[in-house]
């Protein structure tokens, strides 16, 4: 049988940035990033601002500004028209915030030398960076990620979505940002709740790759949940850092059956889901690890003490540990499907990561639901002693 | 200004086979192709089946051969639906195909440890090949190309997309399939205009990098026009590897604003939406090639008689090398759309390639659109000419 060998590698790059007001025309960043290597002189580049409604809401100078700043900054064309989309999952349960993207490309003619610069949280992100990678086989994609969790998380890595047929991410592709730009004072407007949600992203790194991070968090916890500026750049800056060698060191788009970050997220997906989505991510992320913290003390070698830390850690972040959704009273129990669907979205193999301590994250490929139910029990268990005894 | 710089390579690998008769089941190659490394053992592996409706159409009895196959091959889970969206154009020129793949992709589990196998002509291909890119980011695509084009060009590539906006390929990706498997059988049940259809573009491969490719085109014109199928089967395979090879020497997924293996299809491009598509692909591709290379006399080093051996040439092969959409007669001619256009989909600066000489490729960032009108016209002429003798 007769073949041809195809091999080719494609290098990526791209840089994440962090920085203060990076719309006030003082600051060069935006500016330099737009013409930095890979941007093509020639051209009459342009720039399309999509933002995050809740996140304009919050700041409804920005426009003003950005067309204050691009007056300044002349080495791209501003698109004068700035628009927005519902912020939170409702920009990924239906299409039309993807479709207003595609004709906001097409109407203003953005191209492949062209950009698209999301500014938002994490579902935003995700759908802008959907149809920037799709538009033309790939537009240009600059995203200004304004909450902690897309700062930490999300916003510095190589996936987009949206969701269809329900499912969540169904559509996506891997598809690297132009540049990232953290800039620490759109957290600023945040509610307290989605300053906290977060946090759990950075806790959960640092569970199953950095020990030394945990033990900053465990000493930082009440600065972080009384809002310290400096202890949050601290940890975004940190935890971008983590998700971004672990992307390079690995599989960054995935061809295995394995998501080793995703410890804690396979009930926090569908939390999330059984919640309509009330349940924010980080929040869902913050249960999801305690009870496979817990669950690693039945079935691993994490220590009672280590999973106490935990939740304790978690607890005055301000997380919940448990939410009644969680309940599993057969093998019927909503929550178990969670196994199923993070199995079906990767494909292949189950594969779950779990700890045998902290800072020590492990690959397990079965979970045994009986141990599930009773780690369930505890953390419901505890809920309610902590509700007896609101002062423990 | 701080930032963390991200960088990594992701591999691409996969083998473009040769062989005949592929879904008899004494055939071993795609029962090895879907057992080959890269795929998980562990997982029960799926096949969805997505067909031209022509070529199913012409081959009525494929769908319970590949039934009988798998029934042998149980290597991998045949599923039971095989589906089928309309040939041509208008596979790519409304959504319905794309979200007919994802439905059958949703409702039979196909996971990304799981195969979509396309069948048929290119359209089909970029249809299938982006709706695999993109379900659950990225599902294994196996190309089987049912056309001499998509055999000896598209289907070997890296590009998927479909129309949007009545825009040619404004949403797709770039993504490498997981196999090309070009069986010679498929190419018997095209009709004549279809088998030659796909001769073009080994012309353009041969004109712009292997003149040695193009002496054997002369010498074996006559036998390619009267279907031999050695013949044939030595252009696929050789018209295959130069593009091949160009993909991975070159910039795979075209970050920047050229594309040199375009030769000839600016126009071309143009001349397909202008008829509605009635011209294929591969007749606008002989009139582009008619175009730019009596362009390449005018403007650049090619010679009259190099030019007149092109010509001759394609109509040795049965093209026409002129067609009454290709009239330039001011400013605002159709055709002359086709340049804004061309620029427009890769962004940048207008880049296109010429002739200046047989096998040698040259690009230029220009058109003289007075060169380019008498161009036409001594195209309008030689078909004059050619109607008034028709025994030339």
Avoid at 133 to 157: E, F, W, Y
Avoid at 219 to 238: D, F, I, P, Q
Avoid at 361 to 379: M, N
Wanted: charged share 20%.
């Amino acid at each position: 049988m007769e073949y041809l060998q195809q091999s080719f590698s494609v290098p990526f790059n791209y840089r994440v940035w962090f920085s203060s007001s990076i719309f006030n025309s003082d600051n060069p960043l935006l500016a330099q990033v737009v013409a930095s290597p890979g941007t093509n002189a020639h051209a009459q580049r342009k720039i399309l601002f999509v933002f995050d409604q809740g996140l304009l809401d919050a700041n409804p100078g920005l426009p003003e500004k950005i067309r204050r700043y691009f007056a300044v900054h002349k080495n791209v064309l501003l698109v004068d028209e700035i628009i927005s989309i519902p912020g939170g999952e409702s920009a990924k349960n239906d299409e039309s915030s993807f479709r207003k993207i595609l004709n906001a490309v097409d109407k203003h003619g953005i191209d492949r030398h062209s950009f698209v610069a999301a500014v938002g949280g994490g579902a935003v992100l995700d759908t802008v960076g959907y149809a920037a990678a799709v538009a033309h086989r790939g537009v240009k994609h600059i995203r200004i990620p304004g909450t902690v969790l897309s700062q930490n998380d999300s916003g510095v890595g190589v996936k987009n979505g949206i969701n269809y047929f329900g499912k969540k991410n169904f559509l996506g592709t891997f598809a690297p940002p132009f540049a990232v730009i953290n800039d620490d004072t759109l957290l600023n407007t945040l509610s307290d709740r989605h300053w906290r949600s977060g946090i759990s992203e950075a806790v959960k790194v640092a569970l199953i790759k950095d020990a030394a991070f945990f033990e900053w968090l465990d000493a930082n916890a009440e600065s972080l949940a009384n809002r310290n500026k400096e202890a949050m750049a601290y940890l975004v800056r940190r935890c971008a850092q983590l998700h971004l060698e672990h992307i390079a060191s690995a599989d960054p788009f995935e061809s295995g059956s394995s998501r080793p970050l995703d410890f804690g997220h396979w009930s926090a997906h569908k939390l999330e889901q059984l919640s309509r989505f009330d349940i924010l991510h980080g929040e869902a992320v913050a249960l999801g690890i305690a009870l496979d913290s817990l669950y690693s003390v039945l079935a691993r070698q994490l220590t009672i003490t280590d999973a106490e830390r935990i939740l304790h850690l978690l607890e005055r972040l301000g997380f919940d540990t448990y939410h009644p959704l969680m309940a599993i009273d057969n093998e019927t129990a909503p929550l178990l499907k969670g196994l199923q669907e993070f199995r079906e979205h990767l494909g292949g193999e189950l594969t779950i990561m779990l700890l045998d301590g902290i800072g020590k994250g492990v690959e397990v490929h079965s979970i045994d639901t009986v141990q599930l139910q009773e780690a369930t029990k505890q953390l419901a268990a505890r809920a309610g002693d902590k509700q007896l005894n609101p002062t423990n």
